[in-house]
Every structure is written in structure tokens, then in C-alpha cells.
């Protein structure tokens, strides 16, 4: 499906004022802005996307047209945002930041919780699935878009061509690095936790690392079953 398709690393996001949001709605445009002005366009691409099939999975259940599950979407990696880079790992830093861009809308706090809760968790399996319909939608979302997993349900013609408008320029290389970017430059402890995704792949960066030291110092690399070597997953 679409999703593999416009698999390229140059290139940008397409022109503002073409995205598939709520023309209705202030709130929304005013969060799709921030985002498109704000992330590598890598990364804001693959948030539309992510909505895209978000919405499409909600209305394959039947759910009604959701607010809260569109700006977890849009806000859920935020925390990359340079201005978000805070002591946190980026999931929580993209949290707040949502709760903070919510609150100047004066959403209550009861509001901003499932969307909180959706972007905080949408890295961890088995938990975001369990914390409602925000964010399971979205984790679901996140991963067909990152190719963890088939979308579960049949394409529309619609979804076809709105993910075509997007293309992932690089988004598999980018994310992470941007990550661990971030993570390299604060505390283990709190960036990227162990057990965490940003943990596993720092623990991954730092594994080629030492595998490229090994290697111009002729030194044999850890061997490819070592879990670090292999990389990790979101």
C-alpha cells in the first residue's frame, strides 16, 4: 500500500495550505502549523500520515470525528522540537509540550489527559493499547506508518492518495537519529532510560560505534545476535 511508496531521502513536506486537517477547526490548524514550522519535514510527513490512519481506523470502528486523537497525532513527535528538548525522554517532552499548546485553548485538564496519555505512551506496547481509544488509535497509526505492522483494515481510494501526498523522505533514518541526538546530549537516566525506545537505540548507536572503533582498530565487531548490534524497535 501507500505506505511503502515515496520511500525517498531528499526532498520536502508539500507546500502548507494542502493538509488534510479540520478547515473548521482554529485549534487544529493552529497545532498543524506549529508542527509544520517546527519539525524536520521528515518527521512532520510522517505525521500527517500517521493522522491519516488514524482517522481511517477510527471511522473503520465507527467512531465519530475525535479532536483529542487528531492533536495527539499531530503533537506526538513534538518532542524532537529543539524548543521541546527538555531533561525528559521526547515522549513525555511531546506530551507536555501538547498539554501547554492545549491549556492556551483552555482545555480542561480532564480534556488533555487521553491526549497526554497517547503521545506519552505511544512507544510502549502493551500499554498505549490499554489507555483507551486515543491512544490505541494512534499507536496502531504510528506503527502501519513505520512499517512495524499491515494496516488492518481495507484502504480507501481516499487514504491511498492523501499517503502518496506525503512522502516518508527518510523518516526510518531520521526519527531515530534525531532521537538519539537529543538522548546523547542529556542524561541516561532520563533521556533514554533502559527498557525505554529511546534506550534501545542509544544502546544501538553506541553498539556501531564501538563496532566501527573495533573495526579501524582491527579488533573483531560484537557479534550480530548481540541485541544491541541489531538495533531496536519502536
Known sequence: ??????????????????????ADS???????????????????????????????LAAHEGAAHDELLDVAVLFHDSGTLEENNGEQRF????????????????WSPERIRPVWEAIALHTSPGIAERFGPVARLMRAAVLVDLRRIELPVTPTAALEAGLGHYPRLGIDQVLPELVVAQALEGSDATKAPPFSWPGALVAAHRARSEDARRSVAGGRPRSATDSTARGSDI
Open 91 to 106: 515522549e513525555l517532552e511531546g506530551a507536555d509540550a501538547a498539554a501547554r499548546f492545549l491549556t492556551r485553548w483552555d
Open 26 to 56: 482554529e485549534l487544529l490548524t493552529a497545532a498543524t502549523q506549529a508542527m509544520r514550522e517546527g519539525l524536520h519535514p521528515a518527521v512532520f510527513s510522517h505525521t500527517m500520515r500517521v493522522l491519516l490512519l488514524a482517522r481511517h
Open 1 to 22: 500500500m501507500s505506505t511503502r511508496e515515496n520511500d525517498v531521502t531528499g526532498g520536502r513536506a508539500p507546500a502548507a495550505g494542502n493538509d488534510v486537517v479540520g
